[in-house]
């Protein structure tokens, strides 16, 4: 089993609809998650991070993160042609061996004006 | 956030040269950075951790001697990919990290393509 699971989609949606990303992971050591905007060919961009269990909302972007069920999610609302990139999901404890960020594949956003 | 640059962001070169890749932190003192690797239609995969005046660490699988990395000043981290041949051909990107809260902030990425 990997450490984080994500899919890949690709994910296509109408502007302007609520978009869902999510993440399962196994390593319960994972205590700091973030969400990663990746357009073609550039560096990830933090979007959002967040610490132990929790929402937080930024902008149109919510996280989640549910610890006990070792699932994270980020809702996009009102979604943007602009949004069309792929989003990685990346964890990262502080307990022994798991210092190393981890990411998911990654999800193939398509935002359709 | 912090701001990473990148230089070049996109090199060709023929198989056998060797190739340095610049990652500089613009806004703070980076004690540690990374490097990661990424191939199309796939994850970061990470290579090493650059730490600043010591050895790099390198991951399980990466050739020290082919990729190497300097971290002389706080600011500054290289990656010189030697006698590189077409399989090296991918995505470098360079990230600095926030100790206190473990963000990650990436730069924009070198494209390099051997042939």
């Known amino acids: 089993q990997k450490e984080v699971e994500q899919d890949p989609g690709p994910l296509s949606v109408p502007e302007g609809a609520i978009v869902s990303l999510n993440c399962t992971y196994s390593n319960s050591a994972f205590q700091y998650f973030m969400w990663y905007r990746q357009y073609s060919r550039k560096g990830p961009e933090l979007l959002m991070y967040?610490?132990?269990?929790g929402n937080k909302e930024d902008g149109r972007f919510t996280a989640q993160v549910d610890k006990s069920s070792k699932y994270i999610s980020l809702f996009i609302r009102d979604s943007q042609p602009s949004d069309s990139a792929t989003y990685l999901c990346?964890?990262?404890?502080?307990?022994?061996?798991?210092?190393?960020?981890?990411f998911g594949k990654g999800t193939k956003l398509s935002v359709i004006p | 956030g912090a701001v990473v640059s990148q230089h070049p962001s996109w090199v060709i070169c023929k198989s056998g040269t060797s190739v340095k890749i610049e990652c500089r932190s613009l806004d703070f003192q980076a004690t540690t950075m990374f490097w990661y690797r990424q191939f199309p239609k796939q994850s970061l995969m990470l290579m090493a951790t650059s730490n600043e005046g010591s050895k790099a660490t390198y991951e399980q699988g990466v050739e020290k001697d082919k990729f190497l990395i300097n971290h002389a000043s706080l600011t500054l981290s290289t990656l010189t990919v030697t006698s590189a041949h077409p399989e090296d051909s991918s995505f470098y990107i360079c990230?600095?990290?926030?100790?206190?809260?473990?963000?990650?902030?990436f730069g924009p990425g070198t494209r390099l393509t051997v042939t």
């Open positions: 967040t610490y132990s269990s």
């Open positions: 990346a964890m990262i404890g502080s307990g022994a061996g798991s210092y190393q960020l981890t």
């Open positions: 990230s600095t990290e926030l100790a206190e809260t473990y963000e990650q902030y």
